[in-house]
T-cell receptor
Framework: ETGVTQTPRHLVMGMTNKKSLKCEQHLGHNAMYWYKQSAKKPLELMFV???????ENNSVPSRFSPECPNSSHLFLHLHTLQPEDSALYLC??????????????FGPGTRLTVL | GEDVEQSLFLSVREGDSSVINCTYT??????LYWYKQEPGAGLQLLTY?????DMKQDQRLTVLLNKKDKHLSLRIADTQTGDSAIYFCAESPRKAAGNKLTFGGGTRVLVKP
């Protein structure tokens, strides 16, 4: 596979469930990102990892827990979510998180519905 | 904080030119981007412009930047039905702040045959 892949593409979960979103990039990049895209707000950056180290947490509630075991994989662990967390969760990667022309490439997203 | 604004919707006839506008507030923006999102898909980078440029052309795409007015536009020449999508403008601050993109709310472009 090429580019940035995300699984699952769709997920429905109850508020008491625990689930995980997975992202994998095949571009040899060193930075990975989680974004939230909901109907009511512009695309929001959640987390940034650069060389497996978390460099940004954009005031995300602790019910979202990221994990980056290596530069190619990024997970988002979900626990005790709320219905307002229903959204499209997008993963992206870039060569580094150094800014400027470190262009971000996006995956297709996971559509999450919290009941 | 940073703010990026876009109009919500644009309707255009096939073959005509489309112009999508974006305004931003962060005067330290270094790079400005245009992304395209088709239904059920992630964001696809279309083009970007560095803040010391005022125009960039790439095939059917022309980006204009008015840094004084903090206004960015994307012109699509000879618009096709495959150009129907949501277009996002995004800005990136100076390098010291890391690779944090701030996105606009997106402009939904509908191309009519």
């Amino acid at each position: 596979e090429t580019g940035v892949t995300q699984t699952p593409r769709h997920l429905v979960m109850g508020m008491t469930n625990k689930k995980s979103l997975k992202c994998e990039q095949h571009l040899g990049h060193n930075a990975m990102y989680w974004y939230k895209q909901s109907a009511k707000k512009p695309l929001e950056l959640m987390f940034v990892y650069n060389f497996k180290e978390q460099t940004e947490n954009n005031s995300v509630p602790s019910r979202f827990s990221p994990e980056c075991p290596n530069s190619s994989h990024l997970f988002l662990h979900l626990h005790t979510l709320q219905p307002e967390d229903s959204a499209l969760y997008l993963c992206a990667s870039s060569q580094t998180a150094g800014g400027g022309t470190d262009t971000q490439y996006f995956g297709p997203g996971t559509r999450l519905t919290v009941l | 904080g940073e703010d990026v604004e876009q109009s919500l919707f644009l309707s255009v006839r096939e073959g005509d030119s489309s112009v999508i506008n974006c305004t931003y507030t962060d005067s330290s923006s270094t790079y400005l981007y245009w992304y395209k999102q088709e239904p059920g898909a992630g964001l696809q980078l279309l083009t970007y412009i560095f803040s010391n440029m005022d125009m960039k052309q790439d095939q059917r795409l022309t980006v204009l930047l008015n840094k004084k007015d903090k206004h960015l536009s994307l012109r699509i020449a000879d618009t096709q039905t495959g150009d129907s999508a949501i277009y996002f403008c995004a800005e990136s601050p100076r390098k010291a702040a890391g690779n944090k993109l701030t996105f606009g709310g997106g402009t939904r472009v509908l191309v009519k045959p």
